[in-house]
């Protein structure tokens, strides 16, 4: 029966003789369970908490992981981006080219009053220049800045044939 089971798992479990013992040398079962718990509360030494879901659901050494570590020692998480979208029925017209390119130069020349830093200072960077993702970037020059005399001299064929050129370029 299920008392007869109960009773065979106290004995084994908790003879009388353990109780005899624990009531006859008090101090000692005190010290012994003790030594017990601090011996095994060495292991938390080593304990760590972490709160980074990444890291809890992914195995390690999985490739999500390993991209993960890469993006966070390249991109720093105090970085922002920020977009300016132009919205027009055709965006690729010498009109909208110019007044986004002079949107660009406006941005490029501000200068923080608080911390007296401008675009340069502040900027994404590539060893040499500033990241810019723009459609003016197909026609930079080297240090990756919109090139005005070549802006203000394209037409409609020229914008079209060059932004053909980019995205089969990829």
């Known amino acids: ?49 972490t709160t ?11 490739n999500a992981l390993q991209n993960k570590l890469w993006i966070e020692k390249n991109y720093p998480k105090d970085s922002r981006l920020e977009y300016i979208i132009l919205e027009a029925p055709n965006v690729l017209t010498k009109e909208n080219i110019i007044y986004l390119f002079k949107i660009d130069q406006k941005l490029r020349n501000v200068v923080s009053s608080t ?5 340069a200072d502040l900027c994404y960077r590539t060893p040499q220049k500033c990241v810019s ?5 197909i026609w930079a020059n080297k240090e990756s800045i919109p090139d005005e005399d070549i802006i203000m001299g394209l037409d409609s064929n020229t914008i079209f044939k060059d932004v053909t050129k980019a995205w089969n370029e990829g």
């Open 1 to 49: 029966t299920f008392s007869q089971q109960i009773i065979l798992l106290k004995d084994i479990f908790f003879p009388f003789r353990l109780g005899f013992t624990v009531a006859t040398y008090p101090w000692w079962t005190i010290l012994v369970s003790s030594i017990i718990c601090l011996s095994t509360m060495t292991g938390l030494i080593w304990f760590h908490q």
């Open 115 to 119: 911390y007296n830093k401008t675009y």
């Open 52 to 62: 980074d879901y990444e890291v809890l659901w992914a195995p390690d050494n999985t």
């Open 133 to 137: 993702q723009s459609i003016l970037q």
